[in-house]
């Protein structure tokens, strides 16, 4: 269940998880519906369903422990006339992710590590990146402008 804040206006889709990586999946093809179906620019597109698969993942790896009693975790799909917005929201451990400082990128391929390098994609993909905490549940607002289509993508 996902609270609604001003930030959500207009028609909202709204799609509700079970806590497991296999989801995850179901998620990014929900979300590749709604872009086709209204004909996002693939900018958005792409943007969008990057950040929500890196998202997801963490939450589902790192954010509920043992003790969560009943994980709740859901994804609203709000349009405004310039941009497309994700919300998702959990109940897991509160964690924000706009505070996490980015490491440093490697030197090299060779030196380079898996992992620990979503926070920087979303952070350079996304228009939007932003987190609050309401009552028991963590929000990650993930937004993408639909006037990209034409510029490239951030490096």
């Known amino acids: 269940m996902a609270c609604r804040d001003s930030g959500f206006e207009g028609r909202t889709d709204t799609l509700s998880l ?3 990586l296999d989801e ?17 620019p693939q900018r958005t597109r792409f943007a969008l ?17 043992e003790q969560t009693p009943s994980p709740i975790l859901s994804v609203d799909c709000s349009r ?3 941009m497309i917005l ?12 706009t505070l996490l400082e980015e ?3 490697p030197s090299s391929i060779e030196s380079a590590v898996i992992g620990g390098h979503g926070i920087r994609l979303m952070r350079r ?3 939007e990146f932003s987190y609050r ?9 993930l937004g993408s402008r639909l006037d990209g289509e034409d510029q490239p993508l951030p490096a």
């Open 18 to 20: 079970a806590a497991r």
């Open 24 to 40: 995850v999946g179901r998620a990014t093809a929900w979300l590749e519906e709604l872009s086709e179906r209204e004909g996002w």
């Open 49 to 65: 369903q990057l950040s929500l698969e890196e998202a997801l993942t963490n939450v589902i790896m790192y954010g509920f422990t």
């Open 80 to 82: 405004r006339p310039d």
């Open 86 to 97: 994700l919300r998702i929201a959990d109940n897991g451990a509160p964690f924000d992710p």
């Open 103 to 105: 490491k440093p990128l």
């Open 125 to 127: 993909m996304l228009d």
């Open 133 to 141: 905490r309401v009552g028991d549940l963590n929000q990650l607002s």
